[in-house]
């Protein structure tokens, strides 16, 4: 100390972090007597409530007090440690600059900290990187117990819809942790769900049915397309426990589907073409589906004049990439769908849809061995055998092998899109069918071409091509 301090600040921070909380008065008590012992005169106390200590938390009372020094209204802080005083590097640079700058004198209980002396400088650096560290352990503390509550297969987080939190009790009646129960009338629209999606239903269908069935979402809403969607993928509802979007085994709640439900869904789910049923909701049978005989573009439809009942006075399949080729659509969906039930109800029909079993049974077992040596790196990390880097390492690589297993399960699942549709009860099957799913068998099943007709040639069933993309 080199001049004498006109006005000194105490400064106290109180935070959770540790576990030995000290409190603000004891710090205040005890910085006070450490100026008065110095014969510094008391300007002012600063104290701040940071309960959890993070950059991104404002500290008011910190920034009045390098106000203060600025103003010089202050010369000379006593805090009860220099960790009490910045809580990042960053932070400490700050306060080391601007202690040069207006020459401030610094005191900690127990000792004086100059942060004139590259000594001084140095302490209050190896200080201020320690209790950085202490942070840094505690948000390590807290991954680790939420890893061990993901490894034991504890649920966490928001309730899923199907789902109740349960307290368990032992046998006092204490508390001792939480289960999730399934809540049956969800429980049994999440598997209405998956049966609609798996045959073919939009998840704009699938949200209409839950707001029908008089179903809310978490946060009370209506559900939506997305929604859906986004619940149907969580593995969760197959058992699954996950970890940052991954799969880390199995959960200790009740599953509510199978794994084959669920994969067969998501097979559905991520299947090519279908990504525009997100939008609009297709009206039409074959909007999107016949092709132009003339050029191969697909045709739209094209409605003329929309009558006071809310049908059109004329409603046509029309190519819009050659603009010559126009068809009226009632006769040409009626040839479709008489053809489609004929086909349907044949009974010796096989529909064979690339199904390969032995494929698909190999692309599970793959999957379950590399889920497996995910689950072990897990096992070595928490027992200490193998760093986080080594387990991140080791997952690095699992997860590209798991991508692809991933990948050749919904390949090869056989498609369910038929079931109950065909045999003797085609007919009636195929009339009480949404539309969504006629348009998504008829997609499945064939190739529709309406060819050009000579001039003066009205319609004739011949017009309208269907070939089979399944052998019979
Ligand atoms: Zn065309």
Avoid at 314 to 343: F, G, H, I
Avoid at 371 to 378: H, S
Avoid at 409 to 438: C, H, Y
Wanted: charged content about 25%.
């Amino acid at each position: 100390m080199t001049k004498s301090v006109q006005s000194c600040g105490v400064y106290a921070r109180i935070s959770s972090d540790e576990g030995t909380a000290l409190g603000v008065a004891r710090q205040i008590e005890d910085c006070t007597a450490e100026a008065s012992r110095r014969g510094w005169p008391l300007g002012e106390v600063f104290t701040d409530n940071d309960v959890s200590a993070t950059r991104t938390k404002k500290r008011p009372a910190y920034e009045r007090m390098l106000h203060a020094i600025e103003h010089r209204t202050i010369d000379a802080v006593v805090v009860w440690d220099v960790d009490r005083l910045t809580r990042t590097p960053a932070e400490l640079e700050r306060f080391i600059g601007l202690a040069d700058s207006h020459g401030l004198a610094l005191a900690s209980v127990g000792g004086e900290v100059d942060l004139a002396t590259p000594q001084g400088r140095l302490t209050a650096r190896i200080k201020g990187s320690v209790a950085r560290h202490e942070v840094e352990q505690m948000s390590r503390r807290l991954k680790r117990k939420f890893q061990e509550n993901a490894k034991a297969g504890k649920s966490h987080g928001v309730m899923p819809f199907g789902y109740r939190r349960e307290p368990i009790l032992d046998e006092n009646g204490r508390q001792i942790g939480t289960c999730d129960a399934i809540v049956e009338a969800e429980a049994e629209a999440i598997r209405e769900l998956y049966a609609r999606a798996i045959a073919g239903d939009t998840l704009r269908y699938l949200a209409k049915y839950l707001n029908e069935s008089g179903f809310k979402t978490g946060q009370g809403n209506a559900f939506i397309g997305n929604v859906v969607g986004n619940m149907l993928r969580k593995p969760r509802y197959a058992g699954h426990r996950t970890h940052a979007g991954q799969i880390i085994g199995k959960g200790d709640w009740e599953p509510i589907i199978s794994q084959d439900t669920y994969d067969q869904a998501m097979a559905v789910l991520t299947a090519p073409g279908r990504r525009h049923s997100g939008g609009m909701e297709p009206k039409h049978l074959l909007s999107g589906i016949a092709l132009c005989g003339r050029c191969g573009g697909t045709l739209r439809p094209n409605m003329y004049k929309l009558l006071p009942d809310g049908t059109y006075l004329r409603s046509n399949y029309a190519c819009k990439d050659c603009m010559r080729l126009t068809r009226q659509m009632a006769p040409v969906d009626e040839v479709v769908n008489a053809v489609m039930v004929a086909r349907l109800s044949r009974p010796d029909t096989v529909l064979d849809l690339s199904e390969k079993p032995e494929a698909l049974a190999s692309a599970i077992s793959s999957r379950a061995a590399i889920l497996a040596r995910m689950d072990t790196a897990a096992d070595d990390y928490a027992d200490g055998t193998i760093t986080a880097r080594q387990m991140a390492r080791v997952n690095e690589r699992l997860k590209i092998s798991l991508a692809e297993a991933e990948g050749q399960v919904l390949r090869f699942q056989p498609v369910r899109i038929l079931d109950g549709m065909t045999g003797a009860g085609a007919a009636a099957a195929w009339e009480s069918a949404t539309i969504n799913r006629k348009r998504e068998i008829i997609r499945q099943l064939a190739t529709i071409t309406i060819l050009p007709s000579g001039p003066g040639i009205r319609f004739s069933p011949e017009q309208v091509k269907i070939e089979w993309k399944v052998s019979a």
